[in-house]
């Protein structure tokens, strides 16, 4: 008797082991970061914005929840230099541990990934995703794909760029009738970058049929509208990820 019960036991505690674990690969999340590094026509250079994805990969990361990085390419992916210059505590956390750097130094790429491995996904911005994200059709797919499978679709300052051209299976754009926010026309006025990236973000996201607002420059604001997560700018990114952190973890 003792024996049976002692295997019982043993066979309850292997279950209670796998389900936890399948609980934590269900909340697995994917960082996408631009591969492109060049600014227009011009002789600046560009790339992904460190902070972008250094503020939400900590969040999930502190809420024990597992984030890997891709890119469109995979490989090293291009930073943008401007975002080295800060002061922030949280890219000097990220850098100096190897093994978070070592994601954007290795990114995965993301046409090599299933969409059914991830519970969301979240688009870092920087304005090298101006130029790349809009028409990767492996980005589309895969944002589709884990947004109909009940995922989350996430994006911040310039990385909305991604949602321009997701489409569901019904043919609708994922962003329609959806509250949204970016990077808006006022702040890309003031860093002088207007006429240099290939469109407005605001003004695109508008036409997809989304509802756009904005907070005033450099404020945080994250807007949640179901599973669709958006915010506005580089102050916004350690709220998007605490957003995403709620939606996983409030079952």
Not at 93 to 100: E, G, M, Q, Y
Not at 172 to 192: H, M, R, W
Request: aromatic share 6%; net charge neutral; charged share 20%.
């Amino acid at each position: 008797m003792k024996l049976a019960t002692r295997v019982i036991q043993l066979g309850l505690a292997a279950a209670l082991t796998l389900s936890s674990s399948f609980a934590i690969a269900a909340e697995k999340v994917l960082i996408v970061v631009t591969s492109h590094s060049q600014m227009g026509t011009t002789s600046e250079k560009t790339g992904y914005w460190l902070g972008e994805v250094t503020h939400p990969y900590k969040e999930l990361v502190d809420a024990g929840i597992e984030v890997d990085i891709a890119s469109i390419a995979g490989g090293k992916a291009p930073v943008d230099e401007r975002s080295l210059a800060e002061a922030d505590t949280v890219n000097q956390w990220f850098v100096a541990d190897s093994k978070h750097n070592v994601k954007l130094q290795q990114t995965l790429k993301l046409a090599d990934l299933k969409a059914s491995d991830y519970k969301a996904v979240l688009f870092a911005g920087g304005h090298g995703t101006m130029w790349d994200f809009p028409q990767d059709k492996a980005l589309q797919q895969f944002a589709a794909d884990l947004y109909q499978n009940n995922g989350i679709v996430a994006a911040v300052c310039h990385g909305p760029a991604a949602l321009l051209n997701i489409k569901l299976a019904d043919g609708s754009y994922l962003i329609a009738g959806k509250q949204v926010t970016g990077f808006s026309n006022t702040e890309e006025d003031q860093v002088k970058l207007t006429h240099v990236v290939p469109f407005s973000l605001q003004d695109q996201l508008t036409k997809r049929g989304a509802s756009y607002s904005a907070a005033a420059n450099w404020q945080s604001k994250v807007v949640v509208d179901q599973r669709l997560v958006t915010g506005q700018n580089p102050q916004s990114a350690a709220a998007v990820g605490q957003a995403l952190v709620k939606l996983l973890t409030t079952k």
